[in-house]
């Protein structure tokens, strides 16, 4: 099941259907306002957060992604390599959604993309045989909603036009790609640095953090930006979104998605070697003198 589904709490019965629905299969299902069940799939919130998500709440609300996330988020592990996620907030002592109001959504236009999806779940696989990942999409129905009982009938991309979900799945493909990617590699490429974790991090849900990083000097003597990507990544939070991805690819497995200056590279290499030549240097001594302690001269 996707991890970007907004769900129960863990229900005796599993709520998705088990048949495997493709864009053009139809369904049943609507939520309106007059519905008797109105807000209650807010009340028992589990969601987690893309970054495409928080770039838009953020936006809406008028903070940076810092402030948001310290505001509207809790953080947990996405895996057992420690990697970081986010779930939205809930009430204090409830597990409301912080932003329903009596009224609904207070978020509406902005909600996440797990709120938009409800009533379906998606899942990226890939294909035995095929290279590519695709979507598969699941029907969740939870004793709750009655959505399903409404006599509406859709296609699933009719459903997928009507929550607006084309653009957020454009925004997140890339970033759940790669989370797909470190899955499907295993133990094989091992675990993550700390360094790694934190760049994922930062360029996952700290836009307006990943925007100073790449003004930083250090920064520009490797990456090849020209004045007029800067200026548009300076400009432009979407762009900003699409070049953290592209950085954090080249991060995570070395894939050039990024231009680096010629010879940067090397010379990174050059000052990271003399930094762990002094580092092993540092830990022969410490070693010597905690022999020396132990054995004496
Ligand atoms: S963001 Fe809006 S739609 Fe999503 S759970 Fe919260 S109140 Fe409901
Ligand atoms: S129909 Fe389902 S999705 Fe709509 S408000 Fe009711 S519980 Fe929520």
Known sequence: MSSLAKSAKPP???PIQPVELNLDSVFQFRCHKDIACFNACCRNIDLQLTPYDILR?????????????????VPFEMDAHGM??????????????IHLTEEGCSVYEDRPAACRYYALGNVAVRKKDAGEIEDAYFVVREAHCLGHEEPHEQTVAEYRIGQGLDKYDEMNNHWRKLILKKRSAGPTVGSPSERSLQLFDMCS????GFREFIQNSKFKEIVDLPPEQEQELMDNDESLLKFAMSFLEQVLFGVSSVKVRPGAREERIRER???????????VAKHKEDLQQQYGE
């Open 12 to 14: 005796q019965v599993s």
């Open 57 to 73: 709440l953020k936006n809406r609300l008028g903070l940076t992604s810092s402030e948001f996330v310290a505001r509207y988020t």
């Open 84 to 97: 970081p996620g986010l779930k939205m907030t809930t009430k204090p002592g409830t597990s409301e959604c």
């Open 205 to 208: 849900y700290d836009l307006d």
């Open 273 to 283: 070697q003399a930094v762990w030549a002094q580092r092993r240097q540092q830990q």
